[in-house]
């Protein structure tokens, strides 16, 4: 009887896992890899740098949205960052990612 609870647990735990990896799966797929880290800065901060940024800021997902698809420069340097349109990544999948980037 003991089986069952704790298969219970690694199905939630598995649940609670696979937004996090398909997320990550995401960010590879739209080669934001190219120019960013989780944790070391690459051509553009790394992620965990932009979560520790927006922190606490109720519209980090619209402003960092806005970002990526607008690209710009000046916030992180002057190496600007190029836009990327829902043709490299969908609104869904954008939306997605950044709630995953800002959760690091």
Known sequence: MKFVP?????????????PAVASEEIIKKARCVACHAVDQKRVGPSYKDVAAKYKGQA???????AKVRHGGSGVW???PMTPNGPDKISDADLKAAIEWILKL
Not at 6 to 15: S, Y
Not at 59 to 65: F, G
């Open 77 to 79: 340097g002057q190496v």
């Open 59 to 65: 519209d980090a997902v619209a402003v960092l949205s």
């Open 6 to 18: 704790m298969l219970c647990a690694l199905a939630l735990g598995a649940a609670a896992a696979a």
